[in-house]
Structures are given as C-alpha cells and as structure tokens.
C-alpha cells in the first residue's frame, strides 16, 4: 500500500478507517448471528469492503473479534472506573456504585452484553488472553474498593473478588438469553446482596 492520497484521504486514514467499519459491522453481527455464524464475506458486505481489504486490516475473524472485545472492555472499565470515583467514600457504596455502573453500562446495548459474556466464549481459544487480562483489571478495581474492610475480610478479597465477576457475569448471560429478560435493577440488587453476604461476614 502507498502513501498517496486518494478522496482527501491518506493511505493510514483509508486503512482505519476500513477498520473502523469492519468494528462497526462485527458489533452488530458478532452479536447477531454471533461470533461462530458470522463469515468474513458478512462482515465484508455489512462493511462495504472488498476481502482483500479486510486482510489489509485484520488477520481474520478472530484478530477483529479480539480487537472488538477489547474495545467494548475498555470502554465499559471507563465507565465503572467513573461511576465509583462518583459514589460515596465507603467500601459499601464504591462496590454498589462500580456492580451498578458495570451491569447498566454493559446492559445499554444488547449487542455490548452478548460480545462481552457469551459470544467470547463461543469465540474459544482467540480470546482466552484477553479474556484474562479484562478478569484482572476488573478483579483488580473491586479489590481496591474494599481495600479498607476488616483484615479478615482483605485476606480473602482476591478469591471473593474473582467469585463477584463470575456471579456478574452468569447474571448477564441470563440477561441476554432469557426470553423475559430480568429488570436491570433486580439484577443490580442481587449481585449488591451476594456481595454482602459474600464481603460483609
């Protein structure tokens, strides 16, 4: 690929700006049909691209599911991260404040809430390091919410914490598949009520 300007536009800006379609196309078809039935030709007509141009920015579906994925967890760890620096200076009110602003975060756009619990994990082995690094970050901001609870309590806020994002994360499954999805708020307040019962001993 040259650097020649074609349309205004220079090589670099033509290739994210391909890319910056293709993100936008899988958004929606990764989370409809889903990750497995979502074919690189989809992508490309949803895109309005040619195939060798979606090789020019990614290497495959995969590469575009992991680039998407990470997006979508970096966007909602914004989120949370000013969510709690906005709530009340207790432990109690900074874990209510970063469950709420993570479930009503994920859970304004289906499409965000089915990339993020269920078609990464549909996406197998493509997505088991980034997968891993969103569980840390995440398991990290909790653990640092309640990092001034009782000593028996801290010394097991690692392990508590990684049961807080499993629990989070079976309850947006649920959310995403169920015929009669639950209110966002009953789900806000049963993962608060497992937090204190789990934390607060």
């Known amino acids: 690929m040259n650097g020649r300007s074609y349309r205004g536009m220079s090589a670099e800006e033509r290739l994210a700006e391909r890319r910056e379609r293709l993100l936008s196309a899988a958004y929606t078809l990764y989370a409809d049909p889903g990750f497995p039935d979502t074919t690189i030709e989809k992508l490309c007509a949803s895109a309005r691209i040619s195939n060798r141009a979606f090789y020019e920015c990614f290497s495959g579906r995969d590469e575009l599911m992991q680039a998407l994925y990470d997006r979508c967890v970096q966007e909602t760890l914004q989120s949370v991260t000013k969510s709690i620096e906005q709530a009340p200076d207790t432990p109690a009110d900074r874990v209510r404040a970063g ?103």
Request: net charge neutral; hydrophobic share 50%.
């Open 99 to 201: 469950i709420a602003g993570y479930i009503t975060f994920v859970t304004e756009d289906r499409r965000r809430a089915r990339i993020m619990h269920l078609e990464v994990r549909r996406a197998g082995d493509c997505l088991i390091t980034s997968r891993q690094r969103a569980v840390t970050a995440f398991k990290d901001m909790l653990a640092s919410s309640v990092a001034d609870l009782p000593e028996a309590v801290k010394a097991n806020r690692h392990l508590l914490a990684l049961g807080m994002i499993g629990m989070i994360q079976e309850l947006l499954i649920e959310w995403v598949l169920a015929d009669e999805a639950p209110a966002v708020d009953h789900l806000i307040n049963t993962a608060t009520h497992i937090f204190y019962r789990s934390f607060i001993t």
